[in-house]
């Protein structure tokens, strides 16, 4: 699976939209560490959850 986002980056959670907008902290293969603004840190599978990045966030 292509990862098209590196750490720094902001990306929602598309199933749980209520998590708010999340900034990327770490990949490591398949796991990636997403900090959200509503819900805190939490490590997403990408096989299982496909992050949508979101673009020029202030």
């Known amino acids: 699976m ?9 990306v929602t959670n598309p199933l749980k ?14 796991k990636v560490t997403v900090n959200f603004e509503n819900f805190g840190k939490r490590v997403i599978n990408i096989e299982n959850v496909s992050l949508e990045k979101i673009n020029n966030e202030n």
């Open 2 to 10: 292509l990862i098209d986002f590196e750490p720094g980056d902001y």
């Open 17 to 30: 939209k209520e998590w708010g907008v999340g900034q990327v902290q770490s990949i490591i293969g398949n």
